[in-house]
């Protein structure tokens, strides 16, 4: 048996989704053990903030002491810290922005992509958020691009649940649900 705990900073955050009985404040998850000691847990930490010492970050880290599996986990929390990290080998990154830039994009100079659960809105960079998503395994991402003489990525951070807008919110929603059916979904048998 599988159990989906969906954990908010504030119930507000949950607002605009269906209510549901998956989903529980970061504090309610604090305070109480959540699901039986047989009953494997899906946790997905949607706090407003994974800063160090804060409640996002904490929810994570008491995941997975609970033995919960937790996304995101502290390691990936830690590593979108590491600027250094940021070097995916990219090809023709370039080429696919290119692709969907506006027609005067020759001025751009910045340009960023929101990533839910390695899921994009842009075609050209389906392969790339999915790449992305796998490195740095977080609910929410934006991805951040700049340019010099060449497109390269300038920043991977973590984003929130409130401040998406109402396309994004619907964008977003379909995600987690392709992404809990993944979770949902039992596991082959190995072959010996």
């Given at each position: 048996m599988s159990r989906l705990v969906i954990v908010v900073e504030k119930a507000s955050d949950w607002g605009s989704y269906y209510p549901s009985d998956n989903v529980v404040t970061a504090q309610d998850y604090l305070k109480e053990p959540i699901g039986v000691d047989d009953e494997r847990t899906q946790v997905i930490n949607l706090c407003r903030s994974y800063k160090y010492r804060g409640t996002g970050y904490y929810v994570s880290l008491l995941a997975e002491a609970r033995g919960h599996k937790v996304i995101p986990s502290v390691r990936a929390i830690n590593d979108l810290r590491r600027r250094s990290l940021y070097g995916l080998d990219v090809e023709d990154l370039?080429?696919?922005?290119?692709?969907?830039?506006?027609?005067?994009?020759?001025?751009?100079?910045?340009?960023?992509?929101?990533?839910?659960?390695?899921?994009?809105?842009?075609?050209?960079?389906?392969?790339?958020?999915?790449?992305?998503?796998?490195?740095?395994?977080?609910?929410?991402?934006?991805?951040?691009?700049?340019?010099?003489?060449?497109?390269?990525?300038?920043?991977?951070?973590?984003?929130?649940?409130?401040?998406?807008?109402?396309?994004?919110?619907?964008?977003?929603?379909?995600?987690?649900?392709?992404?809990?059916?993944?979770?949902w979904r039992k596991p082959r048998a190995r072959r010996k």
């Open positions: 370039n080429a696919k922005l290119g692709k969907f830039l506006p027609a005067g994009g020759r001025d751009t100079t910045d340009f960023g992509v929101l990533v839910y659960f390695g899921e994009t809105s842009y075609p050209a960079l389906e392969d790339l958020a999915r790449q992305v998503f796998e490195t740095f395994p977080c609910p929410i991402l934006r991805i951040e691009f700049e340019r010099e003489r060449v497109w390269q990525i300038a920043a991977i951070k973590p984003s929130s649940l409130h401040t998406l807008s109402d396309p994004q919110e619907d964008a977003f929603a379909q995600a987690l649900d392709k992404f809990s059916k993944k979770l």
